[in-house]
């Protein structure tokens, strides 16, 4: 009896270990999701930790009440508590357990879906956004500055403080955008243009990879995006435009074929290369995508996440 | 000559490949003449020929199908084993990404798909006609045809590692990426082939059931008399049905992609790869409780019994179960909320997955409410029992967590994702199906295992499972992304992933000892001499262990609930003996070699499809059509068992 | 012993005021089950047509539905499949009377009319193939011809099984057994048969006015 029950306590403390390492380790930095620097990352994170709250409430008391019930009906000679084998009703208690969890599922629902609606657009305010195109290949990123006219792969510069709207295709198979930091995920897709819409808040390096899985090469599949001061965005984009080589139609059919490389930066490119690789992907198929013919900007992208075709 | 086989080395056998391939070519070989030597010493050839490979009793085939889960548990464990050295720290070069993006697809798919999938049809075949009072299910043969789909299906996917390479894409799947595009080589056709064949088994298993549950009870059974683990089969049955169908179509359309050159999700012509992730998911969601729910109903007869008491609130459990089965079909967009579905959408699926918490609530609370003023035994199945409450309500709560859709943009694809869903699929379905499995061996092979050995499995399996997924939902929260097969040493992710590395060896530490429970308790364990070893509750447990092949020598009539408890309690357990004059001939179906040669042809003609040997494919589905015209023409598919044998197997069992 | 009870006794006692595809529980278990499997099998077609709805105008440069279907073609195959699940609905009567000459004679009606469903299908397909209109066109066409394979699939299947089921009522008569393999036949028959009147709606119909 002894033995079972030190072997108890080994495993509880085993348990207490670990639990105990994973949240004192988790103010540091390296927790990333936990750490948002923009925000849509911030919405996130208070959602994660409202979400958090609402189960505890009701996972706790299922601890306690286990633990106890388990200890307080054992099955030894000796016990005193009470034995009712046909009590199994009571409308009373079912009513609480039904009755709860809908309370619960409710509040966090009420949250979840105002979080959704509140995260489709960039806020109204005065400063403009700025659009980055993304084209994940195998197995980089490339970025497109429409306005700019600059090109980068493998990493995206982007001013501190300013709504970024990033518009997502694949030119190779599905792969999902993710930069932890700012916010999270969304997936880009051959043929198609999303929308997700990013802030950083503060300057500095945020890890960035592809989230989903695209084969041999997707373990390298890693971008970097630089935060910078409105000024030094300005400074980088007259300096790339004048220091770096153009991307150039034949560039970017080399790009596209499978390879895991470094970064590189390029002072142009093709015009259209967005809604062109979209197009020639299948985005005629898409209906509501494009206003007009291949070249022409996309309207209204598939809103932020919505896509016309119903899937 | 010499030539041609080289070519067949390097192409099929992948003898360049290096020593991963070696060992296993090795390995399999030995098991194989291993297999056939100790057959051929021990004279058994005939013996496994008439008594299982022809059988269509439900009690061996449900043997048949816990064999090959706890087989495939051990193929599907050593794959994780390999994963978990693989990422044991950063920049590992163990093995390399072609070989770990094989191995996680297959570990995913054989777990889900070759080991959850025959467990609980394990525990279907074992427990049902026993608990409903039926001689066997509602058709035996369809029965013996399922399982020799899904073995040949498994058997098919798994030769793919040493014959031409396993599927890499993940046991999702997705297209492009599993288009001939992106992906030439057979292992996907092997995925696409085995599943389809296993699917249509599977759809067998789920009307076999339905019917069995429905029109075999025995008389005086009304549903509201049903035990709870029948119940749970009829619930999971039901979801086969509606979502399975989905799956098969699926795979068809891809297996169409690529084979005959249709473009249902090549984008350029037109096709839309979304429709398959839809597809995919409108059955891989429901099949998470296609699962589980076979898993609750354990758990509730588990719970019963061990507590000496009733299970409380009997009728909220029922409309728990169907509620689950109803909402849960309306939950799958949750997969992929970060797919540009829109806001409306992804409220809607938010708010319906969350609410499936609810009903799941509802019966955790019922179980631990039946412990309630009971007597608790902790006996094996109720320690995994007490363990997966614990861990099923922690992967409850990260589910809730998961569907809020905001907050999914965060952890999809992460570690996070990864944590919960093993905790849900062991600490749900695993721990059920252990429990389920110690509950029941007695009475499929009328001997207990072993407590003291059961015990440290469990402990070690149980301290294990923490150790490892724990840390994963902190990785998760680092922004480590699944399906990498190695990760820069940079971003603080080594620690915790050693870490987990070493819990995932202590589990296969625990499994380990479970197999040596199961060995050692083949001589050792405690014989089981009255049928009713735990002292339990239901109709399954007043035949004598293990089951004669007839089941009930006179069928019961029923009339309470937990009937062979009440009779226990009111003393009136010989009124459940068959008296002699009672007695009469049974009708019992004849075995078939048919069902194992029908897998045999599908096997084949998987095996053509794969590398597009068509008329390999074509030979091997006309023997699928002349297996069936076969049975068309058959007369007579039963014989008469007489009563006398019946009286004397009764009698040696001591119950006349 | 008043708990137990000989066999079955519920499916003894009202065993006269049942038809005879229904007069055993064994066979009648059976046609339970088959009853199953169609619905199966009717989600199967669901998630074709859905999978067809989602794709249908995903033409890739290639042949229209309008350009493709030739109405005089399935107006006849629609013809000669509803004639034929009436034939088969007779069978059935005609099985539940005992009647098995009659039996036989009207399945192989069903079957000859299915035979000629399949035949024209076929000629259609070879015709569409000849112009260029294959499962590899596009996506529309993928859809097309999977959708409508699968069914003329199943109508093939049914063939061969109501053969093999017309040979054994000839050769067997109507026994519990033969009568449960009729009526299940028939069944299915229906069964295709109103999965043929959605292709015809929204396969054929909606492609003649797009
Ligand atoms: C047996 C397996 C199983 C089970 C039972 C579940 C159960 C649940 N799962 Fe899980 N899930 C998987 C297996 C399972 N899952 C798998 C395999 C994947 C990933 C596949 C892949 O991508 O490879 C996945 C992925 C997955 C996702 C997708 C995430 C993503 O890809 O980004 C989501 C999102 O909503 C989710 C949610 C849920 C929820 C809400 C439940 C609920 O059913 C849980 C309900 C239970 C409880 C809530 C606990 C008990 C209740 C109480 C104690 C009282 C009431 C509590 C509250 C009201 C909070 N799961
Ligand atoms: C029921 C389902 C099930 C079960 C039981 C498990 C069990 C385990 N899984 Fe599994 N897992 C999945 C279903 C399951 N998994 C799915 C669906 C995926 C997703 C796949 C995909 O992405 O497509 C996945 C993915 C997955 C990953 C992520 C891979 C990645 O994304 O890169 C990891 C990583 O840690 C992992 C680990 C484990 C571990 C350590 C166990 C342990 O429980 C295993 C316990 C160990 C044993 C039972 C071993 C017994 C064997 C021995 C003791 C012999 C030792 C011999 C030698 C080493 C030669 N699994
Ligand atoms: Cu994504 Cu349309
Ligand atoms: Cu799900």
């Known amino acids: 009896m002894d033995r079972r029950k030190t072997r108890r306590r080994a495993g509880q403390a085993g348990l207490l270990a670990v639990a105990m390492a994973v949240l004192l380790s988790g103010c540091s930095p390296e927790y990333m999701v936990l750490h948002p620097v923009g925000p849509v990352g911030r919405q996130e994170l208070h959602l994660i930790m409202l979400s958090t709250v609402l189960v505890l409430i009701v996972i706790v008391p299922v601890f306690l009440l286990m633990f106890y019930i388990v200890w307080r009906y054992r099955d030894k000679p000796d016990n005193k508590a009470q034995y009712q084998p046909h009590w199994a009703h009571s409308k009373v208690l079912e009513f609480v357990w039904w009755g709860i969890p809908i309370v619960v599922v409710g509040i966090l629902g009420a949250a979840t879906v105002k979080t959704t609606y509140a995260l489709v657009k960039p806020p109204e305010n005065n400063v403009k956004p700025l659009t980055v195109e993304v084209v994940s290949l195998d197995w980089k990123w490339l970025f497109l500055y429409p306005d700019q006219h600059v090109a980068t792969v493998n990493y995206c510069k982007i001013p501190t403080g300013v709504p970024v709207q990033f518009e997502l295709t694949s030119d190779a198979p599905m792969n999902s955008f993710w930069v932890p930091q700012l916010g999270g995920q969304e997936y880009t897709m051959p043929g198609m243009s999303m929308r997700l819409w990013l802030q950083a808040d503060e300057a500095g390096t945020y890890y960035g990879h592809g989230a989903n899985f695209t084969g041999e090469g997707f373990a390298h599949d890693q971008f970097r995006v630089v935060a910078v001061g409105d000024e030094n965005f300005n400074s980088w984009v007259q300096q790339t435009k004048q220091s770096y080589p153009a991307l150039t139609q034949a560039g970017y059919a080399k790009l596209k074929k499978p390879s895991v490389m470094g970064e590189a930066t390029y002072s142009a490119f093709p015009k259209g290369l967005f809604n062109a690789t979209v197009w020639a992907d299948g985005g005629q198929y898409m209906p509501g995508m494009f206003k007009d013919v291949p070249g022409g900007k996309p309207d209204k992208g598939m809103s932020d996440q919505g896509m016309s075709d119903g899937m | 000559m010499w030539e041609a086989i080289r070519h067949f080395g390097d192409t099929y056998l992948m003898w360049r490949e290096g020593p991963l391939i070696w060992g296993s070519d090795v390995l399999i070989l030995l098991t194989i003449i291993g297999i056939v030597f100790a057959l051929t010493y021990l004279k058994k050839w005939k013996w496994l020929w008439r008594e299982w490979l022809t059988t269509v009793d439900h009690k061996k085939i449900g043997i048949m199908y816990l064999v090959c889960a706890l087989l495939m548990f051990f193929r599907g464990g050593v794959d994780a084993l390999l994963i978990r050295t693989q990422l044991a720290e950063p920049n590992n070069h163990f093995l390399d990404a072609e070989h770990y993006d094989q191995i996680f697809t297959t570990h995913g798919t054989i777990m889900i798909l070759f080991m959850a999938m025959p467990f609980i049809f394990a525990l279907f075949n074992i427990a049902v006609p026993l608990q409903i009072g039926a001689r066997d299910v509602a058709f035996p043969y369809l029965n013996a045809i399922s399982f020799w789909l899904f073995f040949f299906a498994a058997f098919l996917f798994n030769i793919s590692f040493v014959f031409g390479g396993s599927p890499d894409a993940g046991w999702t799947s997705y297209p492009p990426l599993t288009e001939l595009g992106f992906d030439k080589g057979p292992g996907e056709n092997y995925y696409l082939v085995s599943l389809l064949i296993s699917g249509i088994g599977t759809l067998g298993t789920g009307i076999n059931f339905i019917a069995t549950i429905l029109k075999m009870r025995a008389p005086g059974m009304t549903m509201m008399k049903v035990p709870l683990f029948s119940w749970a089969v009829l619930a999971s049955s039901i979801v086969i049905l509606t979502a399975f169908p989905a799956l098969n179509v699926a795979l068809a359309l891809l297996l169409f992609d690529r084979l005959f050159g249709a473009h249902f999700f090549t984008i350029a012509q037109g096709g839309n790869p979304m429709m398959f992730i839809n597809l995919f998911w409108v059955w891989g969601h429901p099949e998470v409780y296609i699962v589980v729910l076979v898993a609750f109903g354990v758990y509730s007869e588990v719970v019963a019994t061990f507590s000496r008491k009733e299970i409380f609130g009997y009728k909220s459990m029922v409309a728990s179960l169907m509620a689950i089965t109803v909402i849960g079909d309306l939950t799958w967009v949750h997969h992929f909320f970060t797919m540009g579905a829109g806001p409306d959408v992804n409220s809607f699926f938010a708010v319906s997955t969350m609410a499936v918490g609810i009903p799941t609530g509802v019966k955790m609370f019922n179980w631990l409410f039946t412990m309630y003023r009971g007597r608790i035994r902790l006996t094996l199945p109720m320690l995994w029992t007490l363990a997966f409450i614990v861990c099923f309500a922690i992967a409850g709560a990260t589910g809730v967590m998961l569907a809020a859709a905001p907050a999914d943009y965060q952890y999809h694809n992460s570690y996070f994702l990864v944590a919960h869903f093993h905790q849900a699929l062991i600490g749900g379905v695993v721990f059920g199906m252990l429990a389920g499995m110690y509950y029941w061996w007695p009475k499929m092979f009328g001997f207990q295992l072993d407590e003291r050995i059961g015990r440290w499995a469990f402990w070690l399996f149980n301290i294990g499972f923490y150790v490892c997924f724990m840390p994963q939902y902190a990785l998760g929260f680092m922004g480590m992304q699944r399906r990498m097969y190695t990760y820069p040493a940079d971003l603080g992710w080594g620690t915790l992933n050693f870490i987990s590395t070493i819990g995932a060896y202590i589990m296969g530490l625990g499994f380990l000892f479970i197999v040596v429970q199961v060995l050692y308790s083949i001589k050792y364990g405690k014989r089981d001499v009255t049928g009713d070893i735990w002292d339990a509750r239901t109709l399954e447990w007043s035949l004598p262990s293990p089951v004669p092949h007839y089941n009930f020598a006179v069928i019961p009539h029923v009339t309470d609930r937990d009937m062979w408890a009440t009779l226990k309690e009111q003393g009136r357990t010989g009124e459940l003996r068959p008296a002699a004059s009672d007695i009469r001939p049974i009708h019992m179906p004849n075995n078939s070699a048919r069902p194992f040669l029908l897998g045999v042809c599908f096997f084949f003609a998987g095996l053509g499809f794969v590398f597009e040997w068509y008329v390999l494919a074509a030979l091997a589905l006309l023997g699928v059509a002349v297996c069936l015209l076969a049975r068309s023409f058959e007369l007579h598919d039963e014989h008469d068992l007489s009563a006398d044998e019946i009286r004397r197997t009764e009698a040696l069992s001591g119950r006349l | ?210």
């Open chain 3, 1 to 210: 012993m008043s708990i137990m009870t000989l066999e079955r006794p519920r499916a003894h006692e009202d065993a006269e005021a049942k038809t005879i595809e229904y007069s055993q529980p064994s066979e009648s278990l059976k046609i339970f089950g088959f009853w199953l499997f169609l619905a199966t099998d009717m989600l199967l077609f669901a998630c074709l047509f859905a999978t067809y709805v989602l794709l249908h105008t995903h033409t890739a440069g290639g042949p229209t539905a309008r350009t493709l279907f030739d109405v005089p073609g399935f107006e006849a195959e629609t013809f000669i499949l509803l004639t034929s699940s009436f034939t088969g609905g007779i069978a059935t009567y005609e099985m539940q009377h005992q009647r098995s000459k009659s039996v036989a004679v009207w399945l192989f009606i069903t079957i000859l009319l299915g035979l000629a469903f399949i035949g024209l299908e076929v000629q259609e397909f070879i015709h569409d193939v000849h112009i260029g209109a294959t499962m590899s066109t596009s996506a529309f066409l993928s859809a097309f011809f999977t959708l409508v394979g699968t069914h003329g699939c199943h109508v093939s299947l049914g063939i061969v099984w109501m053969a093999a089921i017309l040979i054994q009522v000839l050769r067997w008569g109507i026994t519990p057994q033969t009568a449960r393999k009729v009526f299940n036949v028939g069944l299915y028959w229906h069964f295709l048969d109103v999965v043929w009147v959605f292709i015809f709606t929204v396969v054929y119909l909606t492609g003649m006015v797009m």
